[in-house]
């Protein structure tokens, strides 16, 4: 069983920065790819980005890429996402999720999400 709390979303300025955290509990965090989604009101959800197991490769939507950062500390059971330069349309609840068996396969478990809201 892992668990995944989300933390970090808020309001923020068109333009600014955010990171938000997932911690995992479980000693399965680092053999596991994550990923993180979202989803906005009335819109389906959306893959914003993934790391795999060790943090050595990354994939990230094109709506993301260049502006959002994906990393991970095995050490402290911990995936982080580095949003820079935010738009309104990055306003969303933000979920990461764990994928026991890599890159690639099903996500096992969820997080809540953190709302994330965006300002022009």
């Known amino acids: 069983q892992v668990q995944l709390v989300e933390s970090g979303g808020g309001l923020v300025q068109a333009g600014g920065s955010l990171r938000l955290s997932c911690a995992a509990s479980?000693?399965?965090?680092?053999?596991?790819?994550m990923g993180w989604f979202r989803q906005a009101p009335g819109r389906e959800r959306e893959f914003v980005g993934a790391?795999?197991?060790?943090?050595?490769?990354?994939y990230y939507a094109d709506s993301v890429k260049g502006r959002f950062i994906i990393s991970r500390d095995n050490a402290k059971n911990t995936v982080y996402l580095q949003m820079n330069s935010l738009k309104p349309e990055d306003t969303a609840v933000y979920r990461c999720?764990?994928?026991?068996?890599?890159?690639?396969?099903?996500?096992?478990?969820w997080g809540q999400g953190t709302q994330v809201t965006v300002s022009s």
């Open positions: 479980g000693r399965t965090f680092s053999s596991s790819a």
């Open positions: 790391i795999s197991r060790s943090g050595g490769n990354t």
């Open positions: 999720a764990a994928a026991l068996n890599g890159l690639g396969f099903e996500y096992d478990y």
